[in-house]
């Protein structure tokens, strides 16, 4: 019963093979072993099946049946190893030098374990073996979440060795299909769990079980929260930068959230935490730095305004954090574009560069470690949070008064219902 195919482990680099790459691009991402190419090549070869959000959400009415879960595994097994053999691939492709970046590497290490353990399952037909693949699945899907900071260190780092346009393609095609593979993989586990707890609950109250379909755990489809309170996730993001900035500048701004505040609306919630904490570290940041270069007594607050429109929810940040100069504005959605970078006054985006609170770019990143990495200093923040705020058909813009402030506009399309077609 137990999926696994022995003879394929022997490719894994945890098991050391010996198996030589074809090119010494590969060799330089391989640091500790080297892998075998053959079998990366065959499924890179293959092509993508894109799958659409209604699709991904045809699960919505419960209980799930075993039938439903092995034909969402099936998708899941056959596509997530072709996308992973892609970007690994991808990675042969940058300058050498890009390669042998620790960060770098280490995360193409990730891609080439992911993909890896997935191949090597044989094809799913029963709940037992479904289950393996779910946990599997699982715990590659979060290594893979963890590696923006990886990745934007090791771009801060090799910047001067690749033209900005090649840089920022490589990195836009590697969120983009990593927001895929998120969605595809956590979807599927989630359905896993979804179909567990069914299982049991019917098991223990058979005669519940029916009626469940009214229940409070209907808010969740997969990944997606139907009922999203964007004022309460604000809350929460905006009181863990507040602790981050806190802990970091000895100081932080308060903040307020008005607006719509009892609506909702239907989206992946990790991604939405994820693209307004960017938002409220800069903000904060920005507030702490500008009261430190004027002089003033106190903080102005962060206000947070959420408005709701037909299929969307609008999130306006306004800050009083100085803004930012007509020169700058045009590369702060650059990756790897800091202003706290104090390294590079000659980098190839005219970055002043300037050190926070005195402290080496070192000691900011190791201190500020949060969600999505440190609170700022590698420039991936506003990139990356237009990146999955359009991702699913929203927008992220962003009006300065300089020597003023900013005031930040983030729209998100409500998934359910509005971006069903979407293919990822
Ligand atoms: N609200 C803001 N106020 C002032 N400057 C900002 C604000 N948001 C972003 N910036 C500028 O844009 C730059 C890039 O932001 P980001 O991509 O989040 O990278 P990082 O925060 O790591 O520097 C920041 O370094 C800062 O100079
Ligand atoms: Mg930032």
Known sequence: MLARIASLRSSSPSHGTAKLCRSCLCRHLSTKTHYDETVVYKYASQKIKPVSIGQLLKYRR?????ENILDSVSYSQAELPVRLAKRVISFHRLPFIVGTNPHISQVYNRYYEAFDRLHAFAPINDLHSEWEFSRTLEHQTQLLIDVIPEIAQGFLECKQYMPR???????NDLIRSRI???VIGEQHVALSFQFRDEQKAAEQRPDQHAAKSSST???WVGTIHTKLMPARMMEQCAQLVQNMCEMHYGTAPGYYVDGDINETVSYVPSHFEYITCELLKNAFRATVDFSNKSGRSSHPPI???ITKGEGYVGVRIRDQGGGISKQNMRNVFEYSWSSVQETDS???NGSTGQSMAGMSLQTNLALQQG???PIAGLGFGLPMARLYAEYFGGSLDIVSMEGYGCDVFLRLRSIEGSVEDKQI
């Open 180 to 182: 895929g593979l998120r």
């Open 217 to 219: 755990d209907d808010v």
């Open 303 to 305: 206000q947070i305004t």
């Open 346 to 348: 000659a980098d190839d």
């Open 371 to 373: 969600l999505g990495g």
């Open 62 to 66: 419960l209980p799930l049946s075993a």
């Open 165 to 171: 346009e090649e840089r920022t393609a490589f990195i």
